[in-house]
């Protein structure tokens, strides 16, 4: 899966992603979506027959489903079943006719797919745009192989810059959790939906808190610690220590690549020091 980015689109985004703030470079969104069909087609292939497998939520893990059910249909993967994160992304499988079954009736899950929203050069993730993160944690802690599929828009050199900290609370205990999150150095928002009135309710009947840091998340493991200890918080977007691989899916000129996260920030390394 190795390969380097060559040309003027390395620079590019090695200046979007060494810059003071942080932020991750802007993609055009038809570009944005080649770069995610790419990236899950490539997570699909490693799929075998008579594996079970955990399925994402968001729209990089959507393709990757849709993917996933066309090799299902065509008989290129026998007796493979998916463990859904979401109700969304049980849905899409039956849909594109992958079966599921419930986290509680398998002992293990031999490979997981799944999105991120940031990631730093350490595999560490914030995750839960999509306010699954809970489910999303579970399912890929579970999992023997947990891959994470980005486009280069979200690999970022500090997580928490650019995109806020998902946290999922029980809704009676929110206003001290908002308090402790304050504590923590954040300024913490409760995330309202966009086409009702009212917050946002998680498919396990909670609500999500985004939380920025002006800094960053100086620390993800500690942080994620200090978050899960607050009582009343159900889990937190950050993932430390989850992910075995990260895919990424760039673009250098009209050619998209598919690289492993150290083989990117390595290309980002040289480039810097080259020029």
Known sequence: ??????????????????????AAPAIDPTLQDSLKRAVAKRAVELVKPGMI???????????????????????????????????????LARQYGVKTV?????????????????????????????????????????????IILV????VVSKLGLTFPVPVEVLPFAISPVLRALVGLGGVPEIRNALRKDGPVITDLGNMVVDVRFPDGVKNPAEMERSINMIPGVVESGLFVGIAN??????????EITIVELADFVRSLKEATASG
Do not use: P, W
Not at 102 to 122: H, T, Y
Not at 137 to 145: F, G, L, P, W
Not at 245 to 251: D, G, I, K, P, S
């Open 102 to 146: 419930d986290l509680n009736d398998v002992n293990v899950i031999d490979f997981a797919f799944d999105g991120a929203d940031e990631v730093d050069a350490s595999m560490n993730l914030i995750k839960g745009g999509g306010a699954a993160h809970t489910m999303e944690k579970v399912v890929d802690a579970m999992a023997k192989q947990c």
């Open 1 to 22: 899966m190795a390969s380097t980015l060559r040309g003027g689109n390395r620079l590019e985004v090695v200046r979007a992603v060494t810059t003071a703030a942080a």
């Open 245 to 254: 691989t990260v895919l990424v899916a760039t673009r250098d000129g009209d």
């Open 151 to 154: 486009d280069q828009s979200k």
């Open 53 to 91: 497998v955990g399925l994402g939520t968001g729209s990089t893990s959507s393709m990757a489903i849709q993917e996933l059910g066309k090799l299902v249909s065509q008989g290129k993967l026998k007796d493979v079943v998916g463990v859904a994160s979401s109700y969304q992304s049980r849905i």
